[in-house]
Every structure is written in structure tokens, then in C-alpha cells.
């Protein structure tokens, strides 16, 4: 079963994948195999800070456990592109003429994923100034962040291309990184927990991050529901490198997926 992660460039999927192969204090139930984890922090980070990516795309391959009830082992394709790659809407010229052949091939990966990671900044209204005086942030409010308005296109031309481009994908996991520059995480991680020996509902906590978090995306999220058969194809997450149980959740739920569909091949 392969997932892809893809994001703007300097959102935070390198990181995502090295936080993910981190020890932790917490007990983990998302694993990064240790060959994988040693290989990626050696191409990533082997100075210890994560690098920026050269190549207009780079391919990262990975296998994560997903140490559930039934237990899950997934391979992960990281998709790192670069600068305005990855819809930027700022960019000046669109990278269907700037990498031609690079874009087709990121389009033919990612029309072939059964499950996609999008990982998204927030937008400059919801990062408040004392979130952002910290020595790990490096983001200028300004300049790297987009306004509401610009995100929500943004978003909405994400989902767009998404929705014409992925027939074969599932299920889409929006994941609005870097939330210790938004919120109070570690309040936000400890309104859910992963329990192992019972039943995990991920209903409540879900609504309550797309609706706080989401909320100004709604329209853009209920048309791109439109059409969709059954059930909605996006959930939303919020994401941080500096929280385990936050990184840990989109995956997660990941599995809840793998496994009800498992269900329905029997
Ligand atoms: N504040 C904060 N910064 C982060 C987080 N994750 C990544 N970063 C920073 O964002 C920058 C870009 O990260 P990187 O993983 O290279 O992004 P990529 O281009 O999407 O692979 C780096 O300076 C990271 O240290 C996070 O959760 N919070
Ligand atoms: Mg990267």
C-alpha cells in the first residue's frame, strides 16, 4: 500500500518524515523502519538541519508500521519538490512550462497514489506574534506565509488539481503543519490519544480541527464534496514536529482507512 506526501516547498515534509523517525518518550505506534530512518536522516539532514530540495522533484521511498490492533505496513513515497513546484500561487511561471517533464512525472505519481498527505502552511491571520518568536521558527509572517484569501485559493486550486488529476486515490489527508506556530499544541494533542486496547473514535476530534481550523475553507471544502460518492474523500489534521501524538495522527487515521478497506475485500 503506497501513500505519497506532498506540500509547497519549505512546508515541512522532509521534516515530517525525520520528526516521524525521532525517538520518543511516548510510546509510538507509527514506526519508521530503522534502515529507512538511517538513510533518510543521512540524505535529508546530515548536518543535523534539514536541506532544501535542489532537484525540481526528488523521490524518497520508506516503509512505515503502523503498530494498530491490526497491524499495518505501509510505503511511503515522499515527493519533495521544489520552490513553486507544487502550486505556489505566486509563482511567475507555471512549472508545466518551467519542468515540463519533471511535472508530468509528479502528475502520473501522484494520479497512481491510493492515498495522498497534503501538507499546508497556515495562512498569515492564524499564526499570532507569540507563536512566532521562537528560535526553531524561521518563517517570516509576512513574506512566506500567504493571506487568508490567497490560502483559500490556493487550497481550492490544490484540491482542484487533486480531484481531476487523482481518480484512483482514496482518501486525502489535508494536514495544516507547523501548528506550534498556531495554537497551543500540546492542548490540541492531548485532546486525543490513540487507545490500543479499545475503540478510536476520530469523529469528534476531526470535526472539531476542520471546523476551528478549516472553517474558512468551508466553501471550497463542500464543493469539492460535490459529486464525490459516499462519504467525504478529505479529513484535516493539524500537524507539528514537536509533538509526537500530533504527527502521529493523520497516520493514524491513515490506517483506520487501510483496515475498513481490508475488511471489504474479505
Ligand atoms: N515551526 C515549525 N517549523 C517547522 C516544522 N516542520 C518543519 N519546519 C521547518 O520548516 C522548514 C522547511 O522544512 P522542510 O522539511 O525542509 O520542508 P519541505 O521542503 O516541505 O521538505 C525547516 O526550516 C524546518 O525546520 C514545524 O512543525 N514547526
Ligand atoms: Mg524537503
Same mark, same amino acid.
Given at each position: 500500500m503506497s501513500v505519497i506526501i506532498i506540500g509547497d516547498r519549505a512546508v515541512g515534509k522532509s521534516s515530517m518524515i525525520l520528526g516521524l523517525c525521532e525517538p520518543s518518550p511516548q510510546e509510538k505506534y507509527v514506526v519508521v523502519d530503522e534502515d529507512d530512518c538511517s538513510r533518510l536522516k543521512e540524505q535529508l !539532514?546530515?548536518? *543535523?538541519t534539514v536541506l532544501p530540495t535542489e532537484n525540481p522533484v526528488n523521490l524518497h521511498s520508506l516503509t512505515i508500521y503502523l503498530r494498530l490492533s491490526r497491524p499495518r505496513e505501509i510505503t511511503v513515497n515522499l515527493i519533495d519538490t521544489r *520552490? %513553486? +513546484?507544487? *502550486?505556489?500561487?505566486? &509563482?511567475? %511561471? !507555471?512549472p508545466q512550462y518551467k519542468f515540463p517533464s519533471a511535472y508530468q512525472d509528479f502528475m502520473q505519481k501522484i494520479a497512481q497514489a491510493r492515498y495522498i498527505i497534503l501538507l499546508l502552511h497556515p495562512y498569515q491571520e492564524l499564526v499570532r506574534a507569540e507563536y512566532?518568536? !521562537?528560535? +526553531?521558527n524561521t518563517l517570516n509572517k509576512e513574506d512566506d506565509l500567504y493571506p487568508r484569501d490567497v490560502w483559500v485559493k490556493n487550497l481550492q486550486r490544490n484540491l482542484q488539481t487533486l480531484k481531476n488529476n487523482c481518480k484512483l486515490t482514496k482518501h486525502f489527508f489535508i494536514c495544516l503543519h507547523k501548528a506550534d506556530l498556531f495554537c497551543n499544541y500540546k492542548e490540541e494533542s492531548s485532546r486525543w490519544r490513540y487507545n490500543p486496547s479499545g475503540s478510536n473514535d476520530f469523529g469528534t476530534y476531526l470535526d472539531r480541527i476542520r471546523t476551528r481550523y478549516f472553517g474558512v475553507a468551508k466553501d471550497v471544502i463542500r464543493e469539492f464534496n460535490i459529486?464525490?460518492? *459516499? &462519504?467525504?474523500?478529505l479529513s484535516f489534521f493539524i500537524t507539528t514536529n514537536k509533538d509526537r501524538n500530533l504527527l502521529e495522527i493523520p497516520w493514524l487515521s491513515l490506517g483506520t482507512y487501510l483496515s475498513s478497506e481490508a475488511e471489504e475485500r474479505r
Open positions: !539532514s546530515p548536518h *543535523g *520552490g %513553486e +513546484f507544487w *502550486g505556489d500561487i505566486k &509563482a511567475t %511561471e !507555471s512566532l518568536k !521562537s528560535d +526553531f459529486n464525490q460518492v *459516499g &462519504a467525504s474523500k
